[in-house]
């Protein structure tokens, strides 16, 4: 299993960015799938998940209404669109691999991680 993030960078507070995951070594599109992020001295936090088909998606409240996460089986990647950024969005944002097609099921395969920053 391999899963391969990009995307992160620098942006304004405001701003927008869009990370990609791209998921190798699996059937991408059996599985649930997510983010997590962690900021320099926090514990990981979940962001978003979900399921094999995105018929369910959830969001931690902190970007509920700012944050989209989506996937697309046919080319094996998932997707989190981020809108309205914050400092407080400051992390590192690694995608995950769920064992199971549901939200639910626990993590079992993370990526390497994107960092993402924001700041004027």
């Known amino acids: 299993v391999q899963l391969v993030e990009s995307g992160g960078g620098l942006a304004q507070p405001g701003g927008s960015l869009r990370l990609s995951c791209a998921a190798s070594g699996f059937t991408f599109s059996s599985y649930a799938m997510g983010w997590f992020r962690q900021a320099p001295g926090k514990e990981r936090e979940f962001v978003a998940a979900?399921?094999?088909?995105?018929?369910?998606?959830y969001y931690a409240d902190s970007v509920k209404g700012r944050f989209t996460i989506s996937r697309d089986n046919a080319k094996n990647t998932l997707y989190l669109q981020m809108n309205s950024l914050k400092p407080e969005d400051t992390a590192m944002y690694a995608c995950?691999?769920?064992?199971?097609?549901?939200?639910?099921?626990?993590?079992?395969?993370w990526g390497q991680g994107t960092q993402v920053t924001v700041s004027s």
């Open positions: 979900i399921s094999w088909s995105a018929g369910s998606t």
């Open positions: 995950v691999k769920r064992k199971r097609s549901t939200t639910s099921s626990p993590v079992d395969y």
